[in-house]
């Protein structure tokens, strides 16, 4: 098996944290209009655009507010903030994470956003297992119907 390396994410001191031959992969999609289901051809369905932004990287769970928002200002002083990334124009990224579970949002204006929780209220969780890398999918679904 051929092992991968994979660039560490980037601190608030804008220093690299080092490669890691594991981690997340994956990609930031903006949702709009109606995503509804249909069995009709003709029918419009609302817009899927992906999203070039930062992808904000927390050690562990995450208790959310209630709200799938979270003020960047307020993330930024968090003590289990490891760091972030970016995706592309595509809206994929990746970054090498050593083994264990993190929280990922994704950047959008003053915000940090994902619309997924636990049961216990926290923003959903990752694991990154040694050798493996996690797929994520980050949507941002505020302005969507389903």
Do not use: C
Request: proline content about 5%.
């Amino acid at each position: 098996m051929t092992q991968v390396s994979f660039s560490g994410p980037i601190t608030l001191s804008q220093q690299q944290l080092p490669h890691q031959s594991q981690g997340i992969s994956g990609f930031v999609v903006y949702l709009s209009g109606n995503q509804m289901p249909t069995n009709q051809s003709d029918e419009s369905r609302g817009n899927s655009q992906p999203v070039r932004t930062k992808i904000w990287i927390f050690s562990g769970k995450i208790l959310s507010t209630g709200s799938p928002r979270w003020p960047l200002d307020k993330a930024q002083k968090h003590p289990r903030l490891i760091g972030w990334t970016m995706s592309d124009a595509n809206g994929k990224f990746q970054v090498g994470l050593p083994s264990g579970e993190y929280t990922v949002l994704a950047e959008y204006g003053t915000d940090l956003y994902l619309n997924k929780f636990l049961g216990d209220g926290s923003f959903a969780s990752v694991q990154v297992i040694n050798n493996q890398v996690t797929e994520v999918q980050l949507f941002n679904d505020e302005n969507a119907a389903f």
